[in-house]
């Protein structure tokens, strides 16, 4: 399909079929769009016109506009690639938004043994068949409450993937209170991505993200992670920040982390039913205007030399995933899991504690093939509500959980989340094409 839209005074038409973006005039745009979605044509010349249509042969005969969609199979393995270890089921902050119900996720506060981790990694290896690759993320809670047990589970998965031919990839999660010396180094050597938990400016983060003792957090944690930053030389990292109907300005609070030294940054909109917190619907304007807003900020830094990755508006349409792995959707439940502290097996970790949802044991293997034939068989194309929509070959159809939770059905996508998502992948288009075409 043809999507054709505008930044303020860039206008662009992206086809799906293709991959394709390309920048055009206002009344092209307009033309294509009445064209394409059956509205009200614009008073355009016989001769602009014709320009345009001969614009428009020239692309779709190169094979770059109009091109029928690929409706390639999804790409689907029984083979286990990947756990989110919750090595912790407790946290030493009170988040008010906090999806996991601060840390306890609606049962008791608890720890993994070190002995249900290595059975964990134990059912990873025996299950991972001809992969090579297989990834571990440490969550919580707050795992670092947990570091002795994650460096004594990663030491055993070095030794036993070693052993099988196998690599490991670490990733942890954290929310930086307890990010020492000690830490920094072991995260620095072992982890392939760490996830740091920062929401921004002080007034914002110290609103959300309080201590046992109901005190901000924010003196606590944003010298832990400039240090850690300041230490970690190439390697990745992202600072992580969630908004809220608090704070719609949020753009202030991703350029805060830019300029505090932070240059791989994420900003995650609440997922949460408390009402003073949650997005509505009558915020999305709002949001939508503020990623604009944080577009333009972004490509302004880019162009002084400042830039920084903002993961919403990393949009890849040349070299990015393959087009069997983007109607896959996600593998959660079927080549990914979550594990709690008493070692059962979930989804992931947004459907952890579900029992609706629960496949099995890491002692005793997945019981419950129900449901994971459930995930197996999920892709874009069970999605039907996504087959009109310009952005499902880039967002896969949106979050299982996030679908679940709020419509109660994996395969209805959540709407506010994919208005957010449109107005992202239209963001990442423009800022792309500026950065590629624009000198300044």
């Known amino acids: 399909m043809v999507h054709v839209f505008n930044f303020k005074d860039y206008y662009y038409i992206y086809d799906s079929g293709s991959g394709s973006l390309h920048e055009c005039d206002k009344d092209t745009a307009l033309y294509l769009k009445a064209r394409c979605e059956g509205g009200v044509m614009p008073s355009l010349s016989a001769e602009k016109i014709s320009e345009i249509e001969s614009d428009v042969k020239a692309l779709k005969d190169s094979g770059l506009l109009f091109v029928e969609e690929v409706k390639t199979a999804p790409v689907k393995s029984d083979k286990v690639k990947a756990l989110c270890l919750h090595i912790c089921h407790d946290c030493n902050l009170r988040c008010r938004y906090c999806f996991a119900d601060e840390g306890a996720y609606h049962s008791e506060r608890e720890f993994m043994s070190l002995e249900t981790a290595i059975s964990a990694i134990d059912f990873l290896l025996k299950n991972s068949g001809e ?37 490991f990839l670490f990733t942890t999660t954290t929310n930086a209170l307890l990010l020492d010396g000690d830490a920094i180094d072991f995260f620095n050597r072992e982890m392939e991505n760490v996830v740091l938990s920062l929401d921004g400016r002080r007034e914002v983060h110290d609103a959300i993200r309080k201590t046992k003792n109901g005190k901000g957090s924010f003196d606590f944690v944003i010298d832990n992670v400039k240090k850690f930053v300041r230490s970690r030389g190439d390697k990745s990292y992202y600072v992580r920040g969630t908004f809220t109907s608090k704070n719609l300005d949020f753009s202030k609070d991703v350029l805060f982390l830019a300029e505090s030294g932070f240059d791989s940054i994420s900003m995650e909109p609440v997922v ?86 629960l496949l099995g044991n890491v002692k005793d293997g997945i019981k419950n093939s129900g449901i994971r034939n459930q995930f197996a068989e999920n892709s874009l194309f069970t999605r039907k509500e996504c087959d009109n929509c310009f952005a499902k070959f880039i967002c896969s159809g949106g979050c299982s959980a996030n679908n679940y939770n709020f419509t109660g059905d994996m395969n209805t996508p959540y709407k506010i989340t994919c208005a957010m998502m449109k107005k992202r992948i239209e963001c990442g288009m423009h800022a792309l094409a500026r950065k590629k075409y624009d000198k300044n």
Do not use: W
């Open 131 to 167: 992969r090579k690759v297989l990834e571990v993320d440490f969550f919580g809670g707050e795992p670092l409450m947990c570091l002795d047990t994650i460096k004594k589970v990663v030491a055993y998965a070095r030794e036993q993937g070693d052993k099988a031919g196998k690599k």
């Open 272 to 357: 949460t039913e408390i009402d003073d917190l949650a997005i509505k619907e009558e915020h999305i304007d709002a949001i939508c205007g503020e990623y604009e807003n944080l577009c333009e900020k972004y490509l302004e830094k880019h162009f002084k030399g400042e830039g920084f990755n903002f993961f919403h508006f990393n949009i890849d349409l040349e070299g990015g995933t393959c087009l069997q792995k983007r109607v896959s959707a996600c593998g959660a439940g079927n080549e990914y899991f979550s594990v709690v502290p008493n070692g059962d097996i979930y989804p992931c970790h947004q459907f952890a504690g579900n029992k609706d949802f």
